[in-house]
């Protein structure tokens, strides 16, 4: 088909049509899950009234559930859209050969099926706490990423690493497994072993910092990095702009921050190095949105009470599908000191709303 005359315009609008539905996928997610997380709470409130909690946390539970389906539905909707945009505009591209057109075949591959369900119990999580690295096992850890660091960068990357306040390695480490993520994720677990865990003879759990109030600070996903040459990139990189010793990186690090006492130092994945297979991540599906996120957290509440099964959770390639994926270091100093590193973790800042230095 040429493009031209009032059908080519139709099958232009078209197009611009399925570009500006894909455009307005996550918009429609937020409001989708609104509605459903305002219906759970609607719902499980005369529920709780009536001390039905147990009943109450599995219609939250079912709630999780609606919004990973709406998550995996426009997964799929969102792969597809663009490829039919593209083939309709293909219609309006002058024919090849001898000036007969032909309708191109669409052929737009099936989006990937999403990733198995994961569900655990806090038994499970017992067992796994009983399995967590120990201290000598988080030193051997931390000198196998230290040998990946350039020879000239050894000596500061062994000091920030193994310095008293750090914990990149002891949470975020290859050393660690998947089923330690899982356990962390559902069950808030500090598989650095850091803060406390316990399961009770209720079947609640209760999870506690080592340092500080409140139970241990995981959101919807959490992961670490799969390699020891993964855990060095990104501090390589930033050591790599700064120099080799403390005194340039407290220099370089002052300038960045204008001064204060906390950096965040953040390093999209090309700026690391970091690809795919580099991150190993859990996350709970549907919590893409604000109200899937919350509904996902506000039933690992009611888990960790005893009321029932937790909110599942999936591998995740945060590199490919996060919205703002990168390394985050963090790293400190007091008044007249040198920094101090704190933690190096990979996470998606989905909604921008950190305030870091990029290098």
């Known amino acids: 088909m040429q493009g031209g005359g009032d059908d080519g315009d139709r099958v232009r609008r078209a197009a611009e049509s399925l570009r500006a539905l894909h455009d307005e996928l996550p918009a429609l997610a937020e409001g989708l899950d609104r509605s459903i997380r305002k219906l759970v709470e609607n719902t499980v409130e005369p529920l709780e009234q009536a001390d039905l909690v147990k009943e109450a946390h599995g219609v939250r539970l079912t709630g999780t559930e609606m919004t990973a389906a709406r998550e995996d539905a426009f997964a799929s909707i969102a792969h597809v859209l663009p490829g039919y945009a593209d083939e309709i505009e293909a219609l309006l591209r002058p024919a090849d050969g001898h000036g007969s057109g032909s309708a191109p075949v669409i052929s737009i591959p099936p989006p990937p099926a999403p990733a198995v369900s994961v569900v655990t119990t806090a038994q499970d999580t017992a067992t796994v706490q009983q399995n967590l690295p120990d ?21 500061l990357a062994r000091k920030l690493l193994f310095g008293h306040s750090a914990h990149a390695v002891q949470r975020h480490g290859h050393h660690l497994r998947r089923e330690q993520q899982i356990a962390r994720t559902q069950w808030q677990l500090d598989p650095a072993g850091v803060d406390g865990w316990r399961l009770n ?14 139970p241990h600070g995981v959101g919807a996903t959490s992961g670490h990095y799969a390699s020891p040459e993964a855990v060095a990139k990104p501090l390589a990189a930033l050591l790599g702009a700064a120099g080799r010793t403390q005194a340039e990186l407290d220099a370089h690090l002052n300038r960045l921050t204008g001064g204060k006492t906390i950096a965040r130092v953040f390093l999209r994945p090309s700026d690391a190095g970091i690809s795919s297979d580099d991150v190993v991540m859990v996350r709970g599906p549907g919590t893409d949105t604000e109200d899937g996120d919350a509904l996902w957290k506000s039933t690992r509440d009611g888990s960790m009470a005893g009321l029932g099964a937790p909110p599942a959770v999936r591998d995740y390639d945060m590199v490919t599908r996060g919205k703002r ?10 008044p007249n000191q040198s920094w101090r590193l704190v933690t190096s973790y990979f996470f998606d800042d989905r909604d921008n709303l950190l305030d870091y230095v990029e290098l």
């Not at 201290?135 to 000596?155: G, S, T």
């Not at 003879?201 to 409140?214: K, L």
């Not at 994926?325 to 007091?334: D, E």
């Open 135 to 155: 201290a000598d096992a988080h030193r051997r850890a931390i000198n196998q990423v230290v040998a990946r660091f350039p020879p000239k960068l050894q000596e």
């Open 201 to 214: 003879s209720d079947g609640s759990a209760e999870s506690w910092r080592g340092h500080g109030d409140g």
């Open 325 to 334: 994926p990168g390394s985050l270091m963090i790293l400190v100093r007091r």
